[in-house]
Nanobody, 124 residues
Framework: QVQLVESGGGSVQVGGSLRLSCAASGHTFSSHAMGWFRQAPGKERELVAADSWATSTPYYLDSVKGRFTISRDNAKNTLYLQMNSLKAEDTAVYYC?????????????????WGQGTQVTVST
């Protein structure tokens, strides 16, 4: 059974930084596509960043390009999301997700495994 556990969320002021972590177990971490989604109140869950062993360039949502960086440590089975220059509109619950295979797909229905989510609040 695949398990994903996020950590690192919290409250920060505009312009600040946070690093989210996702500890994965129960699957071959390096062979799965891994991603970070977020869901703000009243909005749909959206793919923020993702990568896989088959992609040379990670996917980023346009609004986070240049500010967020996704990375993974295969030896530790851990996925990270470094978030810099945070904006109020980045406030959301952030979810780690995994899917079998290498394709990065934006639809939440294509991702089989999810963490419990971690709250990120950016205040002015």
């Amino acid at each position: 059974q695949v398990q994903l556990v996020e950590s690192g969320g919290g409250s920060v002021q505009v312009g600040g930084s946070l690093r989210l972590s996702c500890a994965a177990s129960g699957h071959t971490f390096s062979s799965h596509a891994m991603g970070w989604f977020r869901q703000a109140p009243g909005k749909e869950r959206e793919l923020v960043a993702a990568d896989s062993w088959a992609t040379s360039t990670p996917y980023y949502l346009d609004s986070v390009k240049g500010r967020f960086t996704i990375s993974r440590d295969n030896a530790k089975n851990t996925l990270y999301l470094q978030m810099n220059s945070l904006k109020a509109e980045d406030t959301a619950v952030y979810y780690c997700a995994a899917r079998t295979g290498s394709r990065i797909l934006p639809s939440t229905s294509m991702w089989a495994y999810w963490g419990q989510g971690t709250q990120v609040t950016v205040s002015t």
